[in-house]
């Protein structure tokens, strides 16, 4: 029986989405991060520390921290053949003058939780939990149609092969303690058990040509994975130095076990009528003109997917440079929180301080997204089964970035202005550019604001993120997925080709809690 690659089309999506590496975020979680364009390692005064800085827990007070970035990004695909020359979703249809236009996701505004408490235990030991995600934009959704100026109505959209949905919820939870070896010395580590639901659905062709190497929506299939990973075992280590009065230094680290999540996967054959609208559902055995489902436990019972992604590791280093304010007196002193240990806090003792970061992020060990099936998964409307081994590289290449950022402390314990600004080289190749993640040469601006009422700080934050795009002049390397007519089941033609940008707002808010 023929070899039919249905559902392999989700490979195209996978290692952008999932991976949850420096390549698809921004920085980072937590209204005082993001505000400072993440250039907050050696600063460190927050909760959230117990994952981005576990050191820091041994300086700061009991408290617990909540944070909420609501994430808009805008991603656009203009579709091009080789060449650079314009083409569309069948030979026929292109004939006409129905060509593909630019195509933009649709959903586009995504909240992004964080939690994080610390208890300092005694002078030199802090403990924290942290529940933090990863930094990403959130759901990624397209259309299956798209408009044209050529023909009344929509035709198959041009980035239906790449992704129709990135849709998961990944979760970074992490138990960290700190350490002061001396007062000005301190040590952390954390333990993460991740977690990652994943949501993914993309098109995959049928019968492919040599002789006429185009796509041709007649014979299209909608694939959809959902799976799951309930235990992601990781690690976070880090070190902060107080070298004098004004200067910190830091350094953090984090490795993890990839995310092999299990699952269940699903194909709609026949999506496409002859006049490139969707199908209507087959109700009955032998029905003609309509798609036929595909599931996966129906067949071979659960878990009938498998999908195993690296986690790259994560390296920072970090310089802050703070001028102390003069000792309060009076009633000043009065009026200030008083901590039953040591503890750093800006907006208490600092006039200003500047941080400068840099990172590195090992994306090329997730060069390749491990997809596997269970055997003799037959496909309902076409002709073979799924693969058993659909492993696909990603073309992912080590990132490195800049960070710097402060805050000044306008009112002394009351309230500060916070700026920064990050930049990260590109962490793909023009020619293996997707549509669920730009990452490209990109960077960003960012300002925030601090005020504190008692014992709690509420804080608000932006961002503007930009991005350099990524442009192949329509000459890629992604293939769809063949059900038939290639020795590899893959399109003779790549369908990548073509130009994609990425812009994105973000917007923070949350507050801090000491007791």
Same mark, same amino acid.
């Given at each position: 029986?023929?070899?039919?690659?249905?559902?392999?089309?989700?490979?195209?999506?996978?290692?952008?989405?999932?991976?949850?590496?420096?390549?698809?975020? #921004?920085?980072?979680?937590?209204?005082? !991060?993001?505000?400072?364009?993440?250039?907050?390692?050696?600063? +460190?005064?927050?909760?959230?520390?117990?994952? #981005?800085?576990?050191?820091?827990?041994?300086?700061?007070?009991?408290?617990?921290?909540?944070?909420?970035?609501?994430?808009?990004? @805008?991603?656009?695909?203009?579709?091009?053949?080789?060449?650079?020359?314009?083409?569309?979703?069948? $030979?026929?249809?292109?004939?006409?003058?129905?060509? #593909?236009?630019?195509?933009?996701?649709?959903?586009?505004?995504?909240?992004?939780?964080?939690?994080?408490?610390?208890?300092?235990?005694?002078?030199?030991?802090?403990?924290?939990?942290?529940?933090?995600?990863?930094?990403?934009?959130?759901?990624?959704?397209? $259309?299956?149609?798209?408009?044209?100026? *050529?023909?009344?109505?929509?035709?198959?959209?041009?980035?239906?092969?790449?992704?129709?949905?990135?849709?998961?919820?990944?979760?970074? $939870?992490?138990?960290?303690?700190?350490?002061?070896?001396?007062?000005? %010395?301190?040590?952390?580590?954390?333990?993460?058990?991740?977690?990652?639901?994943?949501?993914?659905?993309?098109?995959?062709?049928?019968?492919?040509? !040599?002789?006429?190497?185009? &796509?041709?929506?007649?014979?299209?299939?909608?694939?959809?994975?959902?799976?799951?990973?309930?235990?992601? $075992? /990781?690690?976070?280590?880090?070190?902060?130095?107080?070298?004098?009065?004004?200067?910190?230094?830091?350094?953090?680290?984090?490795?993890?076990?990839?995310?092999?999540? @299990?699952?269940?996967?699903?194909?709609?054959?026949?999506?496409?009528?002859?006049?490139?609208?969707?199908?209507? !559902?087959?109700?009955?055995?032998?029905?003609?003109?309509? *798609?036929?489902?595909?599931?996966?436990?129906?067949?071979?019972?659960?878990?009938?997917?498998?999908?195993?992604?690296?986690?790259?590791?994560?390296?920072?280093?970090?310089?802050?440079?703070?001028?102390?304010? +003069?000792? *309060?007196?009076?009633?000043?002193?009065?009026?200030?929180?008083?901590?039953? =240990?040591?503890?750093?806090?800006?907006?208490?003792? &600092?006039?200003? &301080?500047?941080?400068?970061?840099?990172?590195?992020?090992?994306?090329?060990?997730?060069? %390749?997204?491990?997809?596997?099936?269970?055997? /003799?998964?037959?496909?309902?409307?076409?002709?073979?089964? %799924?693969?058993?081994?659909?492993?696909?590289?990603?073309?992912?290449?080590?990132?490195?970035?800049?960070?710097?950022?402060? !805050?000044?402390?306008?009112?002394?314990?009351?309230?500060?202005?916070?700026?920064?600004?990050?930049?990260?080289?590109?962490?793909?190749?023009?020619? =293996?550019?997707?549509?669920?993640?730009?990452?490209?040469?990109?960077?960003? %601006?960012?300002?925030?604001?601090?005020?504190?009422?008692?014992?709690?700080?509420?804080?608000?934050?932006?961002?503007?993120?930009?991005?350099?795009?990524?442009?192949?002049?329509? &000459?890629? @390397?992604?293939?769809?997925? *063949?059900?038939?007519?290639?020795?590899?089941?893959?399109?003779?033609?790549?369908?990548? /080709? /073509?130009?994609? @940008?990425?812009?994105?707002?973000?917007?923070?808010?949350?507050?801090?809690?000491?007791?």
């Amino acid at each position: 029986m023929r070899v039919c690659r249905w559902l392999v089309a989700t490979l195209l999506v996978l290692p952008r989405a999932a991976t949850a590496s420096s390549a698809v975020e #921004y920085p980072d979680n937590g209204p005082a !991060q993001l505000s400072r364009g993440g250039a907050w390692l050696a600063t +460190a005064s927050d909760p959230i520390a117990g994952y #981005y800085n576990p050191a820091a827990l041994a300086t700061q007070p009991s408290g617990v921290g909540l944070g909420l970035n609501v994430a808009m990004q @805008k991603i656009c695909f203009t579709r091009r053949g080789p060449g650079g020359g314009e083409i569309g979703p069948s $030979p026929g249809l292109e004939a006409t003058g129905a060509t #593909y236009a630019e195509a933009c996701n649709t959903e586009r505004a995504n909240v992004v939780p964080s939690l994080a408490g610390v208890w300092r235990a005694s002078e030199k030991l802090g403990v924290g939990l942290t529940i933090t995600p990863p930094s990403s934009y959130g759901r990624v959704l397209w $259309p299956d149609l798209v408009s044209t100026d *050529a023909r009344q109505a929509p035709i198959p959209a041009p980035q239906r092969y790449l992704s129709l949905e990135v849709q998961g919820t990944i979760l970074w $939870p992490t138990l960290a303690v700190g350490y002061s070896i001396t007062e000005d %010395v301190h040590v952390g580590a954390g333990f993460v058990a991740g977690i990652a639901l994943l949501r993914l659905q993309s098109m995959s062709m049928g019968n492919v040509q !040599q002789t006429n190497p185009r &796509d041709e929506f007649i014979n299209d299939s909608k694939s959809l994975v959902e799976a799951k990973d309930l235990f992601i $075992p /990781g690690g976070v280590a880090s070190v902060l130095v107080e070298l004098s009065e004004n200067l910190d230094v830091a350094a953090w680290f984090r490795a993890s076990d990839a995310i092999r999540a @299990k699952g269940d996967l699903e194909v709609v054959a026949g999506y496409y009528t002859q006049g490139g609208v969707r199908s209507t !559902q087959c109700t009955t055995a032998g029905q003609a003109d309509c *798609a036929q489902t595909t599931r996966s436990k129906e067949q071979v019972g659960e878990d009938g997917a498998s999908v195993t992604l690296s986690i790259p590791m994560e390296l920072r280093v970090g310089a802050r440079w703070h001028v102390p304010r +003069a000792a *309060a007196s009076g009633l000043a002193r009065e009026r200030q929180r008083v901590d039953p =240990h040591p503890t750093r806090d800006p907006l208490r003792d &600092d006039v200003y &301080d500047i941080e400068l970061d840099l990172t590195w992020a090992n994306n090329s060990a997730a060069d %390749v997204a491990k997809i596997r099936f269970a055997e /003799g998964i037959n496909v309902l409307g076409a002709a073979g089964t %799924v693969p058993t081994n659909a492993d696909r590289p990603t073309g992912y290449r080590d990132s490195y970035g800049a960070r710097l950022g402060g !805050q000044w402390n306008a009112l002394r314990d009351r309230a500060a202005l916070r700026l920064g600004t990050w930049v990260e080289t590109s962490a793909v190749p023009d020619d =293996h550019l997707t549509v669920t993640g730009v990452p490209a040469l990109r960077g960003g %601006v960012a300002g925030g604001l601090v005020f504190r009422v008692a014992r709690t700080d509420l804080e608000l934050g932006y961002m503007r993120a930009w991005n350099a795009g990524l442009d192949n002049g329509g &000459d890629g @390397k992604l293939k769809a997925i *063949a059900g038939s007519g290639s020795d590899d089941n893959r399109s003779y033609h790549a369908v990548n /080709g /073509g130009k994609v @940008k990425q812009s994105a707002h973000v917007f923070s808010l949350g507050g801090v809690v000491r007791f």
